[in-house]
């Protein structure tokens, strides 16, 4: 049996991965074509218990419920098709039950796609370089994969001031831990001040005319993409980047800039 | 748990002169305050104190309180000397943490460049509005530009002025009850708090856990308290007026 659904989120059971013999993770191929489909596999799923019933069994896996999220971050274009793919086996010769889950992923546009999932406390990061790139035609704009150009690593996270009480404790320690903005003090592109090339910001300022020119063109972008009340992160190393919701906790953050290092 | 001295309705007394203080109110009048947005006309969600202790243990798990992180990030408190400037050190403190969360830089203004105009460069106490509403229309300057505690004309000059506009306050709001300041707190911005019984404002930067007191920045230089940070119980945290920062100019 397969089962697609054709949504950005995919959401399994904490619960059910409890009993997972290792963490979670998010392997595949790292290049596809445009139009091609590539299959990630996301291991951790919980096992066939043969001390429950079938139909407990099946009720394991119904309940990946979750907490769980699968996102695409893309060039700019069409947006791919990402989906979960689901197979389950039945055995007749020992009635049990064996299921798989993977990521089906299109890709519509070349560059680099990332694609985040963020699986109880681990959030896993997969890269797909989806060419070839097309060289640049002038006289319009070179392509870039990267959100903007960037001389090293910048960050800009934009939150809502008046939601910041709204938010999970979790989520909001990001913006006052000293071990994110030592993080990002040490590892962001000194700028022409010489200082570090990070902001976080109120999402509906209106005047970044006094910030540094790196920076303003990081607001267009992750303003562009910021959803209301949900906080954005916006990563530009100048080659690849991401620019999507901040994720829940310091130890996602600091994973998820660190992959752009 | 609490830190630095902790001031209660009994020891209060001992603390009225220990430094310069000069708070007059935080509004010189009714409509000074009508005018002033409140926490609910923005329709900012309150966090409700029974979920405080929650919120301050996760918070203080993570060295993520707000008083963690000036220690954390290095903010120094400021030392308001010989100026009865508590009304513009209260406010210029907030923005200073506004700014090390905005960037994780310390940025030290100058209280003077706010009080001093505002006051024709007389050292005298005022209206906690008035440095939030200068510091909004007109800006701060840095105390590289301005010393932090220098009243004098000298320093009024068109640069500064100039350079005070990339320092300017976006918005501020007033607090109405506790549960607000608290909420504001723990939300990750510090409050001006001014007090008629200490006439003096101060920074309201953490609950303490359980017992909910107040832990608040003075600005009385770092060897008071622990590095400026003290604890307010009983009624002494029931400040007069309340305002909180909500974010600064980007820069």
């Excluded at chain 1, 870039?144 to 009480?165: K, M, N, R, V």
């Amino acid at each position: 049996m397969r089962a697609m659904m054709a949504f950005l989120c995919l959401l399994w059971s904490s619960a059910a991965l409890s009993g997972a013999a290792e963490p979670p993770q998010l392997r595949g191929g790292n290049n596809a074509a445009v139009g091609e489909t590539i299959y990630l596999d996301v291991s951790g799923e919980p096992p066939f218990d043969a001390s429950k019933t079938i139909g407990d069994n099946l009720a394991s896996f119904a309940k990946w419920v979750t907490i769980t999220k699968v996102v695409a971050s893309s060039p700019d274009g069409p947006a791919p098709e990402i989906e979960p793919d689901v197979q389950i086996k039945f055995s007749f010769s020992d009635t049990s039950l064996a299921w798989d889950m993977r990521v089906k992923f299109t890709p519509r546009v070349n560059g680099t796609h990332v694609i985040v999932a963020a699986v109880n406390s681990d959030l896993l990061l997969h890269r797909v370089e989806v060419g070839p790139v097309v060289p640049p035609q002038p006289p319009g704009p070179t392509p870039t994969e990267a959100p903007w150009d960037s001389p090293g690593l910048t960050c800009l996270i934009l939150q809502e001031s008046q939601s910041l009480a709204s938010l999970p404790t979790a989520q909001r320690a990001i913006f006052s831990s000293d071990r994110v903005h030592k993080w990002l003090t040490s590892h962001a592109a000194k700028l022409a001040d010489g200082e570090p090339g990070y902001r976080i910001w109120d999402d509906d300022s209106d005047d970044v005319s006094g910030a540094p020119d790196v920076l303003r063109k990081a607001y267009a972008v992750v303003k562009a993409k910021a959803q209301p009340d949900q906080p954005t992160i916006g990563i530009s190393n100048g080659k690849t980047g991401f620019v999507g919701p901040l994720p829940a906790t310091i130890d996602e953050t600091l994973k998820l800039l660190e992959s752009f290092q | 748990m609490t830190i630095g001295p902790v001031i209660t309705d009994g020891n209060y007394q001992g603390f009225l002169e220990q430094g310069r203080r000069g708070y007059l109110g935080m509004f010189e009048s009714a409509e000074d305050r009508r005018e002033s947005k409140t926490f609910g006309d923005l329709g900012i969600p309150l966090i409700k104190e029974s979920d405080w202790d929650d919120i301050i243990d996760e918070l203080e798990k993570a060295n993520a309180t707000l008083h963690q992180m000036c220690k954390s990030l290095g903010l120094p408190c400021l030392d308001q000397d010989g100026t009865n400037y508590c009304w513009v050190n209260a406010p210029t403190h907030c923005a200073e943490m506004v700014r090390l969360l905005e960037t994780g830089r310390v940025f030290s203004y100058s209280p003077a460049s706010v009080g001093s105009p505002i006051k024709g460069f007389r050292n005298i106490g005022g209206w906690g509005s008035q440095a939030l509403t200068y510091m909004r229309e007109n800006g701060i300057n840095l105390a590289e530009d301005w010393p932090a505690n220098k009243i004098s004309r000298s320093y009024y000059t068109d640069d500064n002025q100039e350079k005070k506009k990339a320092h300017t306050v976006a918005e501020y709001f007033v607090l109405e009850s506790w549960e607000e300041r608290g909420s504001c707190i723990l939300a990750g911005r510090p409050t001006a708090d001014g007090y008629s019984w200490w006439s003096h404002e101060v920074c309201g930067v953490g609950i303490v856990k359980k017992s909910h007191d107040l832990i608040i920045r003075n600005s009385w230089g770092m060897d008071w308290g622990d590095q400026g940070f003290a604890t307010l119980t009983g009624s002494r945290k029931q400040s007069t007026d309340s305002v909180a920062i909500c974010a600064l100019k980007p820069l």
